[in-house]
């Protein structure tokens, strides 16, 4: 999957020159936690969060009057609170690599630049979450299994053929081998939905036959 996929491509920004207080302004109005700075030639050249503005905005204790307070935050400028030269990533680079970079960082958001390195759109930590219930197809409901398997070639083979028997239907696979060193993998595999009593059957047919962990229909259900 790749990040052009699944940006945001209606990106506000801001210049360096703009006061803190449109900055905030045009955040509240359009509901979002950060901006990209850009250049005349739509370069990233920083980013502003609403935690900028707000580590730069007077405390609620200052013994500013209001026309102080006022004047003080009008001539603060973007350029004074921005982050100078942020990670950005690539609309062709990968969903993964944006989610690597966001957790590794604890970022919530990176500028999308495309070859010319001109911001083309931002993907942010509530993109990936999407991109998560889409790939795991939570929305779709159905039965979910769990199975701990061997690392190792053919290891699906067996629950494939179970699912085959059943008529059962394959909407997602996910694996994962986290820090095992076991040599053994995590399958989590979503069916659709398919009549309770067909739904049965295949869960005994699991439980018999293959290292089922748990599965999940409507509830959880641990061995």
């Known amino acids: 999957m790749l990040i052009r996929e699944w940006m945001t491509t ?29 250049d005349a030639r739509n370069h990233v050249i920083g980013i502003v969060s609403d935690r900028d503005i707000k580590a730069a905005s007077p405390s609620k204790a200052t013994t500013l009057d209001a026309h102080e307070l006022y004047y003080l935050l009008s001539e603060l400028k973007i350029k004074d609170i921005m982050t100078p030269a942020p990670v950005t990533v690539r609309d062709s680079d990968t969903v993964e690599t944006a989610a690597l970079l966001l957790e590794e960082n604890t970022f919530g958001g990176l500028p ?53 028997k059943h008529k059962a239907n394959i909407f997602t696979i996910l694996t994962s081998r986290g820090d095992s060193a076991d040599g053994m993998s995590n399958v989590y595999i979503r069916l ?32």
Request: aromatic content about 4%.
């Open 112 to 164: 999308v630049v495309n070859e010319r390195d001109e911001l083309v759109g931002i993907i942010t930590d509530h993109d990936i979450f999407k991109v998560l219930v889409e790939i795991s197809g939570a929305r779709s409901g159905g039965l979910q299994l769990a199975l701990r398997l061997p690392d190792e070639p053919g290891a699906l083979c067996p629950i494939f053929d179970t699912l085959f």
């Open 192 to 223: 659709h939905p398919m009549p309770r009593e067909e739904e049965k059957a295949l869960i005994e047919a699991v439980r018999g036959e293959l290292p089922l962990e748990y599965w999940v229909d409507d509830r959880l259900h641990e061995l």
């Open 10 to 38: 209606n990106v506000a920004t801001v210049t360096v020159d703009i006061s803190m207080l449109k900055a905030s302004k045009l955040m509240k109005e359009r509901n979002i936690r950060r901006l990209p700075v850009v």
